[in-house]
């Protein structure tokens, strides 16, 4: 989820029509996902009704959560789209979108749209789509990949023996740890420049701290 500031001039019922805009050219955004019997499809449906919803400063008096926690968030029906989420309070635009349609840069790429289309920019349309990637890939032949990866990453390394257990969870845990705000302010930082979202960064240094382990 998303809560984006707007400009005080920010003309909205241009950038609803924005966001109409970029919702009638972008397939993902007017997909749902169906099941039958055992089989899960993705469905992309030609029109559908976005709306828009409104948190004022009335219902702020009655409870003083951020806009987010008061009925913003919630579960979508992935059998019933939009699987988006639009809204306005008195200063900010409230974004969200379940994640089985759209990762973190794709929202960033669909925020850059919408800014785009409020502005008069032309929207390029876009000819290939993730389904076209989804119904070749199984197609595709990786063997040269495969064997690129397998000589790059081929070293000699010690066998690592991890501890056996009887009974499941013993000997496990949890650990947490808060990060300093500073901290993932820089981190989301580094992310943005880099092109990444803040899982990947989080990801890679995890990986990062795994080697150290293993050697």
């Known amino acids: 989820p998303a809560e984006i500031t ?9 950038l609803r029509r924005a966001i109409r805009q970029v919702t009638e050219q972008t397939k993902i955004l007017k ?20 709306r828009f919803e409104e948190y004022d400063g009335k219902e702020a ?5 951020p806009p987010l926690l008061r009925g913003f968030l919630r579960p979508f029906d992935l059998e019933k789209g939009p699987l988006f989420r639009v809204g306005f309070t008195e200063s900010t635009l409230l974004f969200d979108i379940h994640h089985i349609i759209a990762d973190g840069e794709s929202v960033n790429l669909i925020l ?6 409020y502005e008069g920019g032309r929207l390029q349309e876009q000819e290939l789509w993730y389904g076209d990637y989804a119904a070749c890939f199984p197609a595709w032949d990786f063997t040269e990949h495969k064997e690129f990866f397998r000589s790059l990453l081929a070293c000699e390394h010690e066998k690592m023996e991890l501890p056996k257990t009887k009974t499941a969870g013993a000997g496990g845990g949890s650990a947490f740890y808060r ?9 989301e930082r580094y992310a943005k420049e880099a092109h990444l979202t803040d899982t990947m960064v989080f990801l890679g240094a995890y990986g990062i701290l795994l080697s150290g382990y293993t050697g």
């Open 6 to 14: 707007l400009p005080r001039k920010t003309d909205r019922e241009r």
């Open 31 to 50: 997909s749902r996902i169906v099941s039958e019997a055992d089989e899960i499809y993705g469905v992309y449906d030609r029109d559908i009704r976005i």
């Open 61 to 65: 008096e009655a409870d003083d959560r």
């Open 112 to 117: 850059s749209k919408i800014a785009r289309a």
């Open 179 to 187: 990060i300093p705000e500073k901290l993932s302010a820089r981190v």
